[in-house]
C-alpha cells in the first residue's frame, strides 16, 4: 500500500471526524443573552420633571443592556439614585443617568432661574396651569397696557386648584429668568400679573 491510498483512506474518517466535531460545537446551547450585558436603571413609567428621589425609585426597572447601547452616566440600581429631584421628564424605557437629578425643582430649571413667590388671585394662574401644565408666559396687565414680563416661567409649586374658590388668593411659586425677576416682583406688588399657558 503506497502513501497516496493511505490518505485517500484516511482522508474519509477525518472530514468526517471534522463535521460531527463541528456540528457538535454549533449544537451545544449557548447563553451569550447577558455575554458583556450590564445593568442599566431606566424609566418604567413616564416620569415628569421635580419628581422626588423617593418616586423616582418606585418607577424604574433594571435592564441588561450591552454596553453600546448604554448612556454615559446611566445609573446600575435605585441605589445609585442621587436624592434631589428629577431635572427633566423622563419617558417610559428612557435610562436615568447622574445627570437626570438637581438639588431642588429651581436647580433642575439651570443656572439662569429663580425663585420668586407671589401672591395672586386664582382667575391669574389656575386656568393656566390646569390647561397647558406648568410652564406659562408672565404679563403684566394693567388699565392702559398689556406687556410680556418673561416667557418659559415654571409654576414650581401652588395649591391644589380644585381647593380654591374663584376669588380665593395664593402664595404661587414661580421659577424666572434672572433677568425677568425685577419685573415680575414689580407687577406682582402692583397686583398686576397674570400668567398665560405657554
Not at 474518517?13 to 443573552?33: H, I, K, M, Y
Not at 424604574?60 to 445609585?80: C, H, I, N, Q, Y
Request: negative net charge; hydrophobic residues 45%; aromatic residues 4%.
Amino acid at each position: 500500500m503506497n502513501i497516496t491510498s493511505k490518505v485517500k483512506r484516511a482522508t474519509a474518517p477525518t472530514v468526517a471526524f471534522v463535521c460531527v466535531g463541528v456540528g457538535g460545537l454549533l449544537l451545544v446551547p449557548r447563553n451569550d443573552s447577558n455575554d458583556e450585558r450590564l445593568p442599566t436603571l431606566v424609566a418604567s413609567s413616564d416620569i415628569a420633571d421635580g419628581t422626588d428621589a423617593v418616586r423616582v425609585r418606585s418607577r424604574v426597572e433594571v435592564r441588561m443592556l450591552p454596553p453600546e447601547a448604554r448612556a454615559d452616566g446611566a445609573l446600575s440600581s435605585t441605589d445609585e439614585i442621587p436624592d434631589g429631584v428629577l431635572a427633566y421628564s423622563h419617558e417610559s424605557g428612557q435610562q436615568i443617568l447622574t445627570s437626570s437629578f438637581a438639588a431642588d425643582r429651581i436647580a433642575a430649571l439651570g443656572d439662569d432661574f429663580v425663585a420668586v413667590s407671589i401672591r395672586v388671585d386664582s382667575p391669574r394662574w389656575v386656568g393656566p396651569l390646569v390647561t397647558t401644565g406648568r410652564i406659562v408666559d408672565v404679563y403684566e396687565v394693567d388699565v392702559d397696557d398689556v406687556r410680556l414680563i418673561t416667557t418659559d416661567a415654571v409654576i414650581v409649586d401652588a395649591p391644589d386648584p380644585e381647593n380654591l374658590g374663584a376669588k380665593d388668593d395664593s402664595v404661587v411659586v414661580l421659577g424666572v429668568r434672572k433677568d425677568a425677576l425685577n419685573a415680575v416682583v414689580l407687577a406682582a406688588s402692583n397686583n398686576a400679573i397674570w400668567l398665560v399657558g405657554s
